[in-house]
């Protein structure tokens, strides 16, 4: 453990921050998942939950915690698996 103070702080925001962004992965996951399964039963609202799929994937581009590109491929894959279905 460390000894000095601000090393001390150090452990407990990043420890925060680990925790914060745990929770939003796990959102994105979700909400991936509910997409997938939309798409895989041709469900009216497949669209509509593709799209809220993509948005928390740019609120976490945004915030950081995904890169950019990674999201950029999410997107994609996403948007031709709707395509495909319909």
Do not use: C, F, P
Request: hydrophobic letters at 40%; zero cysteines.
């Amino acid at each position: 453990m460390a000894n000095i103070k601000s090393a001390k702080k150090r452990v407990l925001v990043s420890e925060a921050n680990y925790q914060r962004n745990k929770s939003y992965r796990s959102a994105i996951k979700t909400a991936l998942k509910k997409a997938d399964a939309a798409i895989e039963a041709k469900s009216a609202d497949a669209a509509e939950t593709v799209k809220v799929a993509v948005k928390k994937l740019d609120q976490a581009q945004a915030k950081g915690i995904m890169h950019k590109n990674a999201v950029a491929r999410k997107k994609s894959q996403l948007a031709t698996r709707l395509n495909k279905a319909n």
